[in-house]
């Protein structure tokens, strides 16, 4: 009977400040639970297994997102798109919608992401990226934060900056981490094969350390090797994350 | 006794979006009423004289604004700024306070502004551009709008493009008019020596029907010719627009 089933991927895009993260929450507003709403209005059911690429802390903002369902009836895409569209809170778009094959899922098969991470580093506020950049007013130390990002880069395992509470592979290949600044406004990328939960924030936080004097360069690459979560307890505001790519 | 008074200078910015405008009403969030409300409480006076150096509509933004009120307390500027950014609200910033001469008055010595008007122009919304854009899903021709736009520089009589109430001198010096387009959003510039009420708004309002093929980019000299504010009667959305420089 597994043919009669479509699945479905959603390219979407959401601004993370109205929700409690992706994942859902019974009576609370989620990216996956508004999604999951207007799916079950749509194709009149009550419930699909809805599978997104990442699972968003509250506040983090997306960019790009991938979701895929699977349902046993066939609406056309672009009248998918247009109705989801409709019903969603304004801050969740669905930019694309395409049939795929059943055995693809939106998580497991992603090969590779990239966050941006942007900091307002100033000492006054910038009324238009509240709730978009992380305001820091201490003037930070580019050049200490760049050679403690160097230590990041490459195949290492990351068991000291994230909370790997899935059993995840802590070894992960990170293909870049760059830093730019554009007058106050500080952007970091990083690109890397998968990420565990906290990790970009808790190395943005670490960094900001670094950038603030409270901890040397190659201080970052000692919490690294140490393999130990408690040893780099510095996460980084979640208003300041952006999922920006992901790759399949 | 003039002498006793001294002349505080704002530079500011905000974000439109939670205020009815610049202009004080009671019992609505104007940012005029914001401002008088904490320099009141400041300065321990009830009310001072805020001259901004112009009246936003509910909706716009600055990115650069300025206001000056006189007072006949002196507090050093430094604290001024610091403490006024702690009871604005956060969509309002004082990016800088400094004391001018008595005479200086930031709405009549204007010599010229810069206003910036985003559109996003796409089938899909942009969670990001959320009252920050005006949305136009219709495919705008962009050629059509530049030759519109070239008709509007250099030195004209506006009264067809503007709600003269104040009785200024309709004859303004455009200095330039640009457009630039990135992916899906349209930036439209202009600069002026001075602006009439709903100008920006209504020569933007134009310029998107010329865009849509509602007009002719020619229409839009007959227009300006005509001198007839009812010959215009197309009002972009105020939350696109952005003052983004003032000059004295």
Redesign the interface.
Known sequence: MENLYKNYLLEL???GTPFHGWQYQPNIPTIQGELLKAIGKLFKVEWVPLVGCSRTDAGV?A?QFFANFKVDKFIEPYKVLKAL?GMLP??????KVQLVDLSFNARFQAKGKIYRYLIWNSK?????L?D?AWHITYDLNLEKIKEAASYLVGKHDFTSFAKNEEGRNPVIEVEYLTLQKEGELIELRIKATHFLRYMVRRIVGTLVEVGKGNLEPTDVKKILEAKDPTKAPFNAKPHGLYLHRVFY
Not at 90 to 95: G, T
Not at 124 to 128: C, K, L, Q, V
């Open positions: 895009s959401f601004l903002h960019e569209n304004r801050e969740i778009v669905v930019k006054i506020r910038n009324p238009f509240l978009r």
